[in-house]
């Protein structure tokens, strides 16, 4: 299935000295806010600053809340030196604190250290951003507004209201939303005013990484998620998407598993929710590497959110035992013009899928 990314562009002066002993790169803030960033994350081992998956993986990175973990800041029109970098290709993954915004820009810049060349200057712009990050989230949750301050966007608890109308009866076939008190744990929150800086789109076997302002789709009903919750027990997988606008019949979301994250790993598992593939009722259908593809699970489609239930049995012996022990997961929602034979996906989290069963 497709990715989302988008290519790197780094902007970087270079100037050495002949015969210098040892590497050192000095960092320049040309911006007016605080750039926060981290050399060589953990998290994104293998990532290049050119990797056509570097927007979702480097949004992934910033969504999962990791505790401990620390940026280093670079003030305003500041210089910083790095020094002790062993020789090769570093990434630098920063952010910039805009006190006026809700979103970050984000830049992932490659970093040459060379003995040979001395001194190397890199002079980091918030523009053009790769992506931008929400504050308040995830690794982000330190730089969350004051209660008391300026009323924050923040997905946590700024939702659309859910459509309280009848759900037509050829889309529910009698379903009706769970109970309050019967809510899963939430994995992810989404913003209303949620927008993905870039989205992939496919036609004619051509695959393109574009801006947002350039889909057909976004925004069409049913590509707005603003939560995604879920549980895991004894009883099996439950999965529950809130999407407050309903659902076409052209819309899909994919839940794509990986065992690792290794560079140039492609994903052994996808599970695609379609909504409403059956009169009344959606299907879950499993794509897996050397397989045909199946049926998953029941899905149950309501008036602003689809839930896919998956029997223990059947989850422990089924495809998704081939996505590892300890898999993460992409959400992405499709959407596909039948007339245009056009696909557009749009990237929305990357979460560890043991938080499933974290809360009972």
Request: aromatic share 10%.
């Amino acid at each position: 299935m497709r990715k989302i990314a988008i290519a790197a562009i780094v902007a970087a002066f270079l100037c050495g000295a002949a015969g210098a002993q040892s590497a050192t790169i000095t960092l320049q803030n040309q911006e007016d806010s605080t750039l926060y960033y981290v050399v060589d994350p953990q998290g994104l081992a293998g990532l290049s600053a050119g990797s056509p998956l570097l927007a979702s993986k480097v949004a992934g990175y910033f969504s999962a809340s990791v505790p401990g973990t620390s940026f280093a800041a670079l003030a305003p029109q500041a210089e910083a030196r790095l020094t002790g970098l062993s020789e090769g290709t570093h990434l630098l993954v920063g952010f910039f604190a805009q006190l006026d915004s809700e979103d970050f820009p984000v830049r992932v810049v490659a970093l040459q250290s060379d003995s040979s060349v001395g001194e190397r200057f890199y002079a980091v712009f918030a523009s053009p951003a790769q992506l931008s990050v929400r504050r308040g989230i995830g690794k982000l949750a330190q730089f969350a507004r004051p209660a008391q301050g300026t009323a924050v966007a923040n997905p946590s608890t700024d939702r659309t209201a859910q459509t309280v109308a009848t759900v037509a009866a050829s889309q529910t076939a009698g379903a009706t939303r769970p109970a309050e008190g019967d809510e899963l744990p939430e994995i992810a929150t989404f913003s209303a005013a949620y927008d993905p800086s870039v989205f992939t789109k496919e036609t004619g076997g051509a695959f393109a990484v574009l801006p947002i302002a350039e889909s057909r789709s976004w925004k069409q009903t049913g590509t707005r998620i603003t939560a995604v919750k879920g549980t895991v027990d004894s009883a099996g997988l439950k999965l529950s998407l809130d999407v407050p606008g309903g659902f076409a019949p052209s819309v899909s979301y994919f839940l794509y598993f990986f065992d690792t994250r290794a560079s140039g790993r492609e994903n052994p598992v996808t599970l695609e929710i379609q909504p409403l593939a059956r009169p009344g009722r959606g299907v879950c259908i499993v794509w897996q590497k050397g397989s045909a593809p199946r049926l998953l699970g029941t899905v149950k489609t309501f008036v602003s959110s689809v839930e896919l239930q998956v029997g223990a049995d059947e989850l422990v012996s089924g495809a998704l035992s081939a996505a590892g022990s300890e898999p993460t997961v992409d959400l992405t929602a499709g959407w596909y013009d039948k007339a245009l034979r056009v696909w557009e996906e749009f990237y929305y989290t990357t979460f560890p899928a043991p938080t499933i069963s974290a809360t009972r």
